[in-house]
């Protein structure tokens, strides 16, 4: 508990948890950032950067750092296994008694890092970074999030809206996260908004990107949203309920219709009638079947169990640290 380590005296560990993809061209700057305002912190502190699966030299790079600074150490996964991955293995890896996930391109201002700090010693176990203006983010990416946010926020029950992945987790928080949680489709910002816990919220601005574009593309972005929905309401399901109690409506209507006209002795108005029900009965069984799928294909990757991520290879872990899967068995004091 972090309130306990302030009555030891013990200076707290503080890791930061950087995911980075394709992050070559800012990669060190953002570490070197970083750096400058951990040292203005009176903690001792870490950094691990997790490279997902970069295909450019962010990994070279984050080497050359961690060679001249021993706190700085990195992980690299097999291939690119998406951010939420990344940043489960950085928690996996992350052995302080506070971790602060923060991403690579600098949108995150590492300028509040005391501010997060600074929450948790008050006694917060999360502290999550709210944005409070999105102004420099792309069209798409802010409709993206709108969505995401209001669906999750609006179904989910849990709020989510203008949430980053920018937050602090209190070591305890953070094994609930891997020991817990044990759901392999994750989207961390709505776990961590799930958990309860005594949270705290600080604001910023979001900065422009850099380097060059988000790493985020259009299918991995409706991928987001489909896991961000499906992890947190099932009531896409009762939506296939009412459609169908709309299809019976519509039935009994156009039923109604005929039996009215065959009583009124008029001939039974016909084919556009059966083609309108035909199709529109069509189409609300194929959303239905489409809605029914993707909760089908949660479940089928749920099963498999197969890990979030698979790792390469690490460096600044001392010894070769094992492989660590979510049902590995791994304990995080292990790497303390
Ligand atoms: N990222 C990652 N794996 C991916 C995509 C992104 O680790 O498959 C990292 C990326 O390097 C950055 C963070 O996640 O540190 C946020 O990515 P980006 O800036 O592209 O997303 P956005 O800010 O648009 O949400
Ligand atoms: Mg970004």
Not at 125 to 145: D, L, P, T, W, Y
Not at 183 to 207: C, Q
Not at 217 to 238: D, K, M, Q, Y
Not at 297 to 304: C, H, L, R, T
């Amino acid at each position: 508990m972090s309130n306990n380590i302030f009555l030891t005296n013990k200076a707290p560990v503080l890791s930061v948890v950087i995911p980075a993809y394709n992050e070559s061209i800012g990669i060190e700057r953002a570490v070197t950032e970083i750096i400058s305002i951990l040292l203005g912190c009176e903690t001792e502190w870490e950094i691990v950067v997790v490279d997902d699966g970069s295909r450019d030299d962010t990994y070279q790079k984050i080497c050359r750092l961690a060679q001249s600074e021993p706190r700085i150490k990195a992980i690299s996964l097999s291939r690119n296994f998406g951010k939420e991955a990344a940043l489960f293995a950085g928690l996996e890896h992350a052995a302080g008694e506070a971790v602060i996930t923060i991403d690579a391109d600098l949108q995150h201002p590492p300028i509040l890092i005391p501010d997060l700090l600074e929450k948790w010693k008050q006694g917060a176990q999360i502290v999550h970074a709210v944005k409070r203006v999105r102004n420099r983010e792309s069209i798409e990416k802010k409709a993206a999030a709108y969505c995401i946010n209001k669906l999750v926020s609006g179904f989910g029950g849990i709020n989510t809206n203008n949430s980053s992945d920018y937050k602090l987790l209190d070591a305890e928080i953070v094994d609930i996260v891997i020991h817990q949680l044990p759901e392999r489709e994750r989207f961390y910002r709505g776990l961590t908004s799930w958990l309860g816990f005594k949270e705290e919220y600080i604001y910023f601005d979001v900065d422009s990107r850099q380097g060059d574009n988000s790493k985020w593309s259009f299918l991995a972005l409706l991928e987001l949203a489909i896991t961000a929905l499906t992890s947190f309401t099932s009531l896409p399901l009762r939506i296939v309920t009412v459609l169908g109690i709309a299809t019976l409506i519509l039935g009994i209507t156009v039923a109604s219709e005929a039996v009215w006209s065959f009583m009124a002795g008029q001939a039974v108005s016909g084919f556009a009638t059966t083609i309108i029900c035909l199709l529109m009965i069509g189409s609300f069984i194929m959303i239905s079947l489409g809605i029914i799928g993707e909760y089908i294909a949660k479940i089928y990757e749920e099963v498999k169990k197969r890990p979030l991520y698979l790792m390469k290879s690490s460096i600044g872990f001392g010894e070769k640290p094992a492989l660590k899967t979510y049902d590995s068995g791994y304990k995080r004091s292990e790497m303390r």
